[in-house]
């Protein structure tokens, strides 16, 4: 059973940064994407990017100036930056696992706990 | 980017009963649509991928149909676990998106 295990700073002050990290606990890291996924209070879920076992990313262009991911297969985890953070960026962050078969037929199918972020001065 | 409708937003139903679940997606999508059950609290979780495959370990009293740009999501015979939001989210074309979601409540 694949386990993904987060964590990271829950309360922030506009301006600062946003750091969480995701260890893929049990099962393989390779073959995969792995994403952030995050809730805002009322609101659905907004992807907001992937990278691979070879740092190969892409981002959700609504925030790909303010995103850092990074990966260390050693340790098989993987981490969210977001810079300048403001209250817009309060929400439960996911991380997932994102499987791949065929071109286009890709899924989330194992996630982790969420961690909530709240942004406030 | 392709943008996720769901209908209805919310909806009651009883123990038992059968539920529908409408996402519309802005432009053709093929069949690269999945759908997802939210508990308060927790992760989403993956019910069905391509539209209509059902993923391990999902009951069978759960179905998905579509393609283009209309899907449906089905339960058949609800139970009490079943109460939930569910969401559909495409991946035809980054970035990936998601529906606003739909919260089934006990009538």
């Known amino acids: 059973q694949v386990q993904l295990q987060q964590w990271g700073a829950g309360l922030l002050k506009p301006s600062e940064t946003l750091s969480l990290t995701c260890a893929v606990k049990?099962?393989?890291?390779?073959?995969?994407?792995w994403s952030w996924i995050r809730q805002s209070p009322g609101k659905g879920l907004e992807w907001l990017g992937e990278i691979n076992e070879y740092g190969s990313t892409n981002f959700n262009p609504s925030l790909r100036s303010r995103i850092t991911l990074s990966v260390d297969t050693s340790k098989k985890q993987f981490s969210l930056n977001v810079s300048s953070v403001t209250a817009a960026d309060t929400g439960v962050y996911f991380c997932?696992?994102?499987?791949?078969?065929?071109?286009?037929?890709?899924?989330?199918?194992?996630w982790g706990q969420g961690t909530l972020v709240t942004v406030s001065s | 980017d392709i943008q996720m409708t769901q209908s209805p937003i919310s909806l009651s139903a009883s123990v038992g009963g059968r539920v529908t679940i409408s996402c519309r997606s802005s432009?053709?999508?093929?069949?690269?649509l999945n759908w997802y059950q939210q508990h308060p609290g927790k992760a989403p979780r993956l019910l069905i991928y391509?539209?209509?495959t059902l993923e391990d370990g999902v009951p069978s009293r759960f179905s998905g149909s579509g393609s283009g740009t209309d899907f449906t999501l089905t339960i058949s015979g609800l139970q009490p676990e079943d109460f939930a939001t569910y969401h559909c989210q495409q991946t035809d074309s980054a970035p990936w998106t998601f529906g606003q979601g739909t919260k089934v409540e006990v009538k």
């Open positions: 049990s099962g393989s890291f390779s073959g995969y994407y």
């Open positions: 432009q053709n999508i093929n069949t690269y």
């Open positions: 391509a539209a209509s």
């Open positions: 997932a696992r994102e499987r791949r078969s065929g071109s286009s037929w890709y899924y989330f199918d194992y």
